[in-house]
Protein backbone atom coordinates (compact mmCIF):
# COMPACT_ATOMS: atom_id res chain seq x y z
CA UNK A 1 0.00 0.00 0.00
CA UNK A 2 1.16 3.23 -1.25
CA UNK A 3 2.59 5.93 1.77
CA UNK A 4 -0.15 7.89 2.68
CA UNK A 5 1.35 10.94 2.91
CA UNK A 6 2.75 10.53 -0.43
CA UNK A 7 -0.05 9.80 -2.09
CA UNK A 8 -1.50 13.33 -0.55
CA UNK A 9 1.41 14.88 -1.79
CA UNK A 10 1.20 13.47 -5.23
CA UNK A 11 -2.85 14.54 -5.33
CA UNK A 12 -1.99 17.97 -4.32
CA UNK A 13 0.69 18.45 -7.04
CA UNK A 14 -1.68 16.56 -9.91
CA UNK A 15 -4.26 19.43 -9.32
CA UNK A 16 -1.92 22.13 -9.62
CA UNK A 17 -0.71 20.46 -12.59
CA UNK A 18 -4.49 20.45 -14.14
CA UNK A 19 -5.56 23.80 -12.75
CA UNK A 20 -2.15 25.32 -14.52
CA UNK A 21 -2.88 23.15 -17.51
CA UNK A 22 -6.68 24.08 -18.10
CA UNK A 23 -6.15 27.86 -17.47
CA UNK A 24 -3.77 28.00 -20.33
CA UNK A 25 -5.54 25.97 -22.80
CA UNK A 26 -8.28 27.96 -21.85
CA UNK A 27 -5.88 31.09 -21.91
CA UNK A 28 -3.77 30.86 -25.36
CA UNK A 29 -4.97 28.02 -26.84
CA UNK A 30 -2.23 25.62 -26.30
CA UNK A 31 -2.36 21.70 -25.76
CA UNK A 32 -1.93 20.22 -22.63
CA UNK A 33 0.35 18.01 -23.32
CA UNK A 34 3.09 20.39 -24.15
CA UNK A 35 2.72 21.57 -20.22
CA UNK A 36 2.21 18.05 -18.78
CA UNK A 37 4.76 16.23 -19.72
CA UNK A 38 7.50 18.12 -18.14
CA UNK A 39 5.27 18.89 -15.55
CA UNK A 40 4.71 15.19 -14.91
CA UNK A 41 8.01 14.01 -15.36
CA UNK A 42 9.48 16.83 -12.58
CA UNK A 43 6.24 15.99 -9.76
CA UNK A 44 6.76 12.59 -10.46
CA UNK A 45 10.52 12.55 -10.18
CA UNK A 46 10.56 15.18 -6.80
CA UNK A 47 8.16 12.16 -5.42
CA UNK A 48 10.86 9.73 -6.24
CA UNK A 49 9.60 8.03 -8.93
CA UNK A 50 12.30 7.73 -11.74
CA UNK A 51 13.80 5.29 -13.61
CA UNK A 52 14.58 4.30 -17.59
CA UNK A 53 11.09 4.82 -18.30
CA UNK A 54 9.85 7.58 -16.56
CA UNK A 55 9.45 9.65 -19.79
CA UNK A 56 6.76 6.57 -21.39
CA UNK A 57 5.07 7.02 -18.47
CA UNK A 58 4.86 11.04 -18.52
CA UNK A 59 3.60 10.20 -22.23
CA UNK A 60 1.28 8.22 -22.02
CA UNK A 61 -0.39 9.21 -19.29
CA UNK A 62 -0.74 12.82 -21.07
CA UNK A 63 -1.90 11.38 -24.35
CA UNK A 64 -4.90 9.58 -22.45
CA UNK A 65 -6.07 12.88 -21.32
CA UNK A 66 -5.72 14.13 -24.36
CA UNK A 67 -8.38 11.47 -25.73
CA UNK A 68 -11.44 13.02 -23.10
CA UNK A 69 -10.13 16.89 -23.87
CA UNK A 70 -10.03 16.52 -27.58
CA UNK A 71 -13.22 14.81 -27.93
CA UNK A 72 -14.74 17.06 -26.22
CA UNK A 73 -13.10 20.33 -27.69
CA UNK A 74 -14.02 18.49 -31.20
CA UNK A 75 -17.91 17.80 -30.37
CA UNK A 76 -18.14 21.87 -29.35
CA UNK A 77 -16.31 22.74 -32.52
CA UNK A 78 -18.37 20.67 -34.60
CA UNK A 79 -21.50 22.07 -33.23
CA UNK A 80 -19.90 25.65 -34.46
CA UNK A 81 -19.56 24.02 -37.80
CA UNK A 82 -15.78 24.89 -37.48
CA UNK A 83 -14.65 21.22 -38.34
CA UNK A 84 -13.18 20.05 -41.75
CA UNK A 85 -14.25 17.04 -41.68
CA UNK A 86 -12.41 16.11 -45.19
CA UNK A 87 -9.00 16.77 -44.09
CA UNK A 88 -9.56 14.54 -41.02
CA UNK A 89 -10.62 11.56 -43.20
CA UNK A 90 -7.76 12.45 -45.70
CA UNK A 91 -5.06 12.38 -42.94
CA UNK A 92 -6.15 9.67 -40.23
CA UNK A 93 -4.68 6.32 -42.03
CA UNK A 94 -1.08 8.36 -42.04
CA UNK A 95 -1.48 10.37 -38.11
CA UNK A 96 -2.77 6.25 -37.08
CA UNK A 97 0.03 4.82 -38.54
CA UNK A 98 2.37 7.77 -37.39
CA UNK A 99 1.20 7.44 -33.71
CA UNK A 100 1.23 4.04 -33.62
CA UNK A 101 5.47 4.11 -34.82
CA UNK A 102 5.57 6.68 -32.31
CA UNK A 103 4.38 4.38 -29.44
CA UNK A 104 6.94 1.45 -30.48
CA UNK A 105 9.56 4.24 -30.75
CA UNK A 106 8.87 5.22 -27.61
CA UNK A 107 8.45 1.89 -25.41
CA UNK A 108 11.69 1.21 -27.47
CA UNK A 109 14.07 3.90 -25.86
CA UNK A 110 14.98 5.02 -22.56
CA UNK A 111 14.09 8.10 -20.57
CA UNK A 112 16.86 10.17 -21.41
CA UNK A 113 16.34 9.80 -25.09
CA UNK A 114 13.19 10.93 -24.89
CA UNK A 115 13.48 13.95 -22.71
CA UNK A 116 16.40 14.84 -25.58
CA UNK A 117 13.64 14.47 -28.22
CA UNK A 118 10.87 16.13 -26.10
CA UNK A 119 13.68 19.49 -25.74
CA UNK A 120 14.55 19.61 -29.14
CA UNK A 121 10.74 19.35 -30.46
CA UNK A 122 9.82 21.73 -27.34
CA UNK A 123 12.54 24.39 -28.38
CA UNK A 124 11.12 24.12 -32.14
CA UNK A 125 7.06 24.66 -30.86
CA UNK A 126 8.23 27.12 -28.43
CA UNK A 127 9.88 29.34 -31.46
CA UNK A 128 7.19 28.94 -33.49
CA UNK A 129 4.66 30.52 -30.86
CA UNK A 130 7.07 33.51 -30.41
CA UNK A 131 7.77 34.21 -33.66
CA UNK A 132 5.33 32.49 -36.48
CA UNK A 133 2.92 34.66 -37.97
CA UNK A 134 -0.75 33.10 -38.44
CA UNK A 135 -0.24 34.69 -42.50
CA UNK A 136 2.89 32.50 -43.02
CA UNK A 137 1.94 30.59 -46.13
CA UNK A 138 3.35 27.44 -47.73
CA UNK A 139 0.81 26.94 -50.62
CA UNK A 140 -3.24 27.72 -50.58
CA UNK A 141 -4.18 24.04 -50.32
CA UNK A 142 -3.51 21.56 -48.33
CA UNK A 143 -1.16 18.57 -49.60
CA UNK A 144 -1.81 15.52 -51.23
CA UNK A 145 -0.04 12.74 -52.77
CA UNK A 146 3.06 11.81 -51.87
CA UNK A 147 3.22 15.01 -49.54
CA UNK A 148 0.28 13.89 -47.64
CA UNK A 149 1.74 10.24 -47.42
CA UNK A 150 4.72 12.20 -45.68
CA UNK A 151 3.20 14.45 -43.24
CA UNK A 152 0.33 12.50 -41.69
CA UNK A 153 2.49 9.99 -40.28
CA UNK A 154 5.05 12.29 -39.41
CA UNK A 155 2.78 14.24 -37.54
CA UNK A 156 1.44 11.62 -35.70
CA UNK A 157 4.74 10.56 -35.11
CA UNK A 158 6.45 13.70 -33.11
CA UNK A 159 2.97 13.97 -31.61
CA UNK A 160 3.58 10.92 -29.36
CA UNK A 161 6.98 11.49 -28.87
CA UNK A 162 6.10 14.45 -27.17
CA UNK A 163 3.17 13.28 -25.53
CA UNK A 164 0.83 16.39 -27.43
CA UNK A 165 -2.16 16.17 -29.26
CA UNK A 166 -3.03 17.71 -32.66
CA UNK A 167 -2.66 21.28 -31.92
CA UNK A 168 1.15 22.25 -31.57
CA UNK A 169 1.73 20.42 -35.22
CA UNK A 170 -1.33 20.30 -36.45
CA UNK A 171 -2.79 23.68 -36.25
CA UNK A 172 0.61 25.34 -37.77
CA UNK A 173 0.54 22.57 -40.88
CA UNK A 174 -2.49 23.74 -41.60
CA UNK A 175 -2.75 27.62 -41.41
CA UNK A 176 0.64 27.44 -43.37
CA UNK A 177 -1.47 25.15 -46.04
CA UNK A 178 -4.20 28.03 -46.51
CA UNK A 179 -6.44 27.48 -43.95
CA UNK A 180 -8.30 29.93 -41.99
CA UNK A 181 -6.77 29.82 -38.17
CA UNK A 182 -10.54 28.85 -36.60
CA UNK A 183 -11.17 25.96 -38.91
CA UNK A 184 -7.32 24.41 -38.30
CA UNK A 185 -8.03 24.64 -34.66
CA UNK A 186 -11.31 22.93 -34.65
CA UNK A 187 -9.54 20.21 -36.80
CA UNK A 188 -6.85 19.67 -35.05
CA UNK A 189 -9.24 18.87 -32.11
CA UNK A 190 -9.47 15.88 -34.62
CA UNK A 191 -5.93 15.14 -35.06
CA UNK A 192 -5.86 14.83 -31.28
CA UNK A 193 -8.28 12.06 -30.84
CA UNK A 194 -6.11 10.15 -33.82
CA UNK A 195 -3.11 10.55 -32.09
CA UNK A 196 -4.03 9.92 -29.17
CA UNK A 197 -6.44 6.52 -29.13
CA UNK A 198 -4.44 4.04 -30.94
CA UNK A 199 -1.12 5.35 -28.60
CA UNK A 200 -2.98 5.46 -25.42
CA UNK A 201 -4.35 1.36 -26.28
CA UNK A 202 -0.50 0.42 -26.91
CA UNK A 203 0.76 2.01 -23.93
CA UNK A 204 -1.71 0.36 -22.15
CA UNK A 205 -0.16 -3.16 -23.32
CA UNK A 206 3.26 -1.77 -22.05
CA UNK A 207 5.02 -2.77 -19.20
CA UNK A 208 7.92 -0.98 -17.94
CA UNK A 209 10.83 -2.46 -16.78
CA UNK A 210 11.70 -2.84 -12.97
CA UNK A 211 11.07 0.25 -11.75
CA UNK A 212 9.43 1.90 -8.42
CA UNK A 213 6.25 3.30 -10.95
CA UNK A 214 3.50 5.88 -9.77
CA UNK A 215 0.85 4.11 -7.34
CA UNK A 216 -1.87 2.77 -9.77
CA UNK A 217 -0.43 2.74 -12.95
CA UNK A 218 -1.60 0.64 -15.50
CA UNK A 219 1.00 0.04 -17.88
CA UNK A 220 2.23 3.24 -18.80
CA UNK A 221 -0.90 5.34 -17.63
CA UNK A 222 -1.19 6.59 -14.39
CA UNK A 223 -4.81 6.50 -13.61
CA UNK A 224 -4.60 9.47 -11.00
CA UNK A 225 -2.84 11.81 -12.65
CA UNK A 226 -5.24 10.82 -15.68
CA UNK A 227 -8.40 11.65 -13.42
CA UNK A 228 -6.96 14.53 -11.69
CA UNK A 229 -6.16 16.86 -14.57
CA UNK A 230 -9.25 15.67 -16.55
CA UNK A 231 -11.06 17.05 -13.41
CA UNK A 232 -8.98 20.02 -12.95
CA UNK A 233 -9.08 21.16 -16.58
CA UNK A 234 -13.01 21.13 -16.68
CA UNK A 235 -13.00 23.77 -13.78
CA UNK A 236 -10.38 25.76 -14.98
CA UNK A 237 -10.61 25.61 -18.72
CA UNK A 238 -13.69 28.02 -18.77
CA UNK A 239 -11.63 30.54 -16.69
CA UNK A 240 -9.01 30.61 -18.91
CA UNK A 241 -11.47 31.25 -21.59
CA UNK A 242 -12.66 34.04 -19.57
CA UNK A 243 -9.33 35.16 -18.77
CA UNK A 244 -8.80 35.39 -23.08
CA UNK A 245 -11.73 37.70 -23.73
CA UNK A 246 -10.59 39.91 -21.00
CA UNK A 247 -6.59 40.34 -21.93
CA UNK A 248 -5.09 40.20 -24.69
CA UNK A 249 -3.26 37.32 -25.64
CA UNK A 250 -0.48 38.07 -27.79
CA UNK A 251 2.14 39.04 -25.10
CA UNK A 252 0.72 36.25 -22.93
CA UNK A 253 1.21 33.72 -25.63
CA UNK A 254 4.89 35.44 -25.73
CA UNK A 255 5.74 34.58 -22.31
CA UNK A 256 4.33 31.68 -22.37
CA UNK A 257 6.83 30.79 -25.63
CA UNK A 258 9.47 31.85 -23.54
CA UNK A 259 8.39 29.46 -20.33
CA UNK A 260 8.16 26.82 -22.95
CA UNK A 261 11.79 27.35 -23.93
CA UNK A 262 13.42 27.29 -20.74
CA UNK A 263 11.23 24.37 -19.94
CA UNK A 264 12.78 22.15 -23.04
CA UNK A 265 16.31 23.76 -22.44
CA UNK A 266 16.28 22.24 -18.82
CA UNK A 267 14.84 19.08 -19.93
CA UNK A 268 17.97 18.96 -22.21
CA UNK A 269 20.22 20.00 -19.61
CA UNK A 270 18.56 17.07 -17.48
CA UNK A 271 19.11 14.23 -20.20
CA UNK A 272 22.84 15.30 -21.27
CA UNK A 273 24.20 16.09 -17.82
CA UNK A 274 21.79 14.07 -15.54
Known sequence: MPDPGLLLTMLVLLMAIGALAGVLAGLLGVGG???????????????????????????????????????RSLSSHNRKGAVDWDILRAWLPGIVVGAILGMLTATALRSSALQVLFGCLGIVVGLYLAFGRVEWRIAENMPKGWRLALLSPLLGFLSVLMGIGGGSFGVPTMTLFGRPIHRAVATAAGFGVIIAVPSVIGFLLYSPENQVLPPFTVGAVNLPAFAVVIAMTLITAPLGVRLAHATDPKPLRRIFAAFLLLVALNMLRKAIIG
Not at 47 to 62: K, R, V
Open 33 to 71: GIVLVPAFFYAFQTLGYGGPNLMQICLATSLATIVVTSL
